[in-house]
């Protein structure tokens, strides 16, 4: 894969990825996420998400989010447990015009008392909206449980209670402590020549003040498996299984991944979907996923059916993680399963905006981008044994902490 690297005098790296297109992707990744909030805080980094949308020292919202509207580009953002992420999609010959914006939501937004009570009622209506959805609310109580006791167990939204605590001086402290100049990153999918690119994005940042204020990242402890029911308002039952899983620099990572795909990932033939679903007509959604962040990872499985058929879907599901502990994958089998993996891959490349911020992931994560045939030789690399070492080790439900919300009786 096609890239190349420069690093700014105050250690933001500008990242392109050369593409032949009227269109371009471009993103500010800043390696800050809810995970570096302090408890009493939880939902601070979404919230900050929110403000950099608002004033800055030389425009008003309007001129913000029209800014690139108006020129039809698409703006947007979104806060993870460890990133932070502006990014726009736009014709090609406003490259300067994104670069400038971006440069001063980032860096120069004022946070003015009034906006921030205005965002503060926006988000508490949007924590209210999740809690009204079971599927994605049951997600942020399994993570509470996975990681009880630590700040990864944090809801990235935060609860009613503290972002309603939340004040200018925390927002202004937590960009002083987290917004490190050597962990931002501003990546470029277009059709750019890069020394042009490197001259623009030193113009609007490279005067940018160095913060080099460390990280202080606590590894979460590994609790034990909880089995936990809660009654609810609502019509199905919805599970949510799982456990911590491997880092995202664990040399299983890939053969996770491959596993994954295969047990409940994308598509309808993975074997969660084909057997539960298909077979016995059980659950509209299954799927399993697997998250790996710097020093951990999540794994779970995800599934909503009716009450009446709650305990016969976990039972099958049971059924199909026995069978990848117990039994090894055949050649054909393993050969397929990376087939139709590696062929996601390609096809998920075609999203350039995905891929671009995925890069920069990587190039933050590894200070390395693996190219597709790089990923394409680490998932073709996994042998079945190590698919059965891997499964033993994850798929043990004994092991997986459960959470159920189930309708009132």
């Known amino acids: 894969m096609e890239y190349q690297v420069y690093t700014l005098s105050n250690g933001i790296r500008i990242l392109h990825h050369p593409v032949k297109s009227a269109i371009a992707h471009c993103c500010l990744l800043i390696n800050a996420g809810s995970r570096d909030e302090n408890p009493e805080q939880e939902g601070l980094a979404h919230f900050i998400e929110h403000l950099l949308f608002k004033e800055t020292e030389r425009r008003s919202t309007s001129q913000i989010l029209n800014r690139l ?46 906006e921030l009570e205005k965002e503060r009622g926006v988000i508490l209506d949007e924590i209210a909206s999740y809690l009204d959805q ?76 160095v913060n080099n204020t460390p990280k202080n990242r606590i590894k979460a402890p590994v609790n034990k498996p909880q089995l936990v029911k809660s009654e609810k308002a609502i019509s199905q039952t919805h599970c949510v299984m799982g456990m911590q899983a491997y880092p995202s620099s664990h040399p299983y990572k890939s053969g996770l991944l491959l596993l994954n795909n295969l047990l409940g990932g994308m598509g309808m033939s993975s074997r969660l979907n084909l057997e539960i679903r298909e077979k016995y007509g059980i659950a509209y959604t299954i799927e399993s996923s697997y998250t790996p962040l710097t020093d951990t990872g999540i794994f779970n499985i995800y599934y909503g059916t009716d009450s009446e058929k709650a305990e016969r879907a976990m039972r099958l599901v049971n059924k199909e993680l026995k069978k990848l502990r117990e039994n090894k994958l055949g050649t054909l089998q393993l050969h397929q399963a990376k087939q139709k993996f590696n062929g996601q891959i390609a096809l998920a490349e075609e999203n350039r905006m995905g891929l671009i911020i995925s ?13 597709l045939e790089e990923v394409i030789a680490k998932i073709n690399a996994v042998t079945a044994d190590q698919a059965l070492e891997i499964a033993n080790e994850i798929l043990d439900n004994q092991q997986m902490t459960t959470l159920s919300f189930e309708p009132l009786d």
């Open 69 to 114: 509207e108006l020129v039809g580009a698409d703006l947007n953002a979104y806060t993870t447990k460890e990133y932070t992420c502006i990014h726009a999609s736009f014709l090609k010959e406003h490259l300067e015009r994104t670069i400038d914006l971006f440069e001063d939501i980032v860096f120069h937004s004022t946070f003015p008392q009034a």
């Open 134 to 209: 079971p599927e994605e609310a049951i997600q942020d109580d399994f993570e509470g449980l996975l990681f009880k006791g630590h700040i990864l167990g944090g809801n990235i939204l935060g609860t009613p209670d503290t972002v309603n605590r939340i004040t200018q001086e925390d927002v202004r402290g937590f960009i002083a402590n987290n917004y490190n100049t050597s962990q931002i990153i501003l990546a470029v999918a277009g059709d750019y020549d890069f020394k042009k690119l490197v001259k623009l994005a030193d113009k609007y940042m490279g005067a940018i003040a």
């Open 359 to 371: 890069m920069a992931k990587s190039l933050m994560d590894f200070n390395h981008i693996d190219s």
